[in-house]
Each structure stands twice: as C-alpha cells, then as structure tokens.
Nanobody
Framework: EVQLVESGGGLVQPGGSLRLSCAASGFTFSSYAMSWVRQAPGKGLEWVSAINSGSGSTSYADSVKGRFTISRDNAKNTLYLQMNSLKPEDTAVYYC????????????????WGQGTQVTVSS
C-alpha cells in the first residue's frame, strides 16, 4: 500500500523558514518523480514544485522560485521542501504527491497524495 506522510508544518512569522518532509512507503521511491502541491484556505490546489526520480531535475512555481527548494533522499525514502522567506500568502495545507513516472510533466497527473501538513505564516 502506497503511503505518503507529511510532517514539519506549523506556525511561522513572515520571513521565517520551515522544512517539510514526506516519508514514503509501499513503492520503490527512487523510481518515481515527486511533487509538492498546496491548497490555501478557500482556494484550489496549486502546484508548488517537482523533482524527478534521480534528483537531477527540479521545477518550481513562479510564486515560490528562489525561496523554496525541493530535494529528496532516496536512501531514506523521503522528500523535502525547504521554505525560506515565507510570506502570509504561503499559508496553506501542503501535500506531497507521487507521479506514476520517473519524470514530472505538466501532462501527467499524480496518482497518490498524502494527507497534508498545515503551514501558517502570520505575525
């Protein structure tokens, strides 16, 4: 059974940092691309970032580019999102998601999602 469990969310002041983690199990983590998506209160899902299976290629939404860094440790079956210079508009539930392929693409939808972790940026 595929399981994705996010952690690391919380309340942080504007300008602060958080590191999200996503522990994966039930599949060969190193063989699949992964992503982070978020959902702000009252809004739809927003794709944030993606990384291919071998960590050689990453991509970011314009809204987080230069502030967020996606990474993965295939030996630990864990996906990360380092978030710096956080803004109130980054407040959302953050989900990690698995692609059904080793690469990410705008034309491929994720096939598994975690339960999410809440990030609140407020003074």
């Amino acid at each position: 059974e595929v399981q994705l469990v996010e952690s690391g969310g919380g309340l942080v002041q504007p300008g602060g940092s958080l590191r999200l983690s996503c522990a994966a199990s039930g599949f060969t983590f190193s063989s699949y691309a992964m992503s982070w998506v978020r959902q702000a209160p009252g809004k739809g899902l927003e794709w944030v970032s993606a990384i291919n299976s071998g960590s050689g290629s990453t991509s970011y939404a314009d809204s987080v580019k230069g502030r967020f860094t996606i990474s993965r440790d295939n030996a630990k079956n864990t996906l990360y999102l380092q978030m710096n210079s956080l803004k109130p508009e980054d407040t959302a539930v953050y989900y990690c998601a698995k692609y059904p392929t080793y690469y990410y693409s705008d034309y491929i939808s994720s096939d598994y999602w975690g339960q999410g972790t809440q990030v609140t940026v407020s003074s």
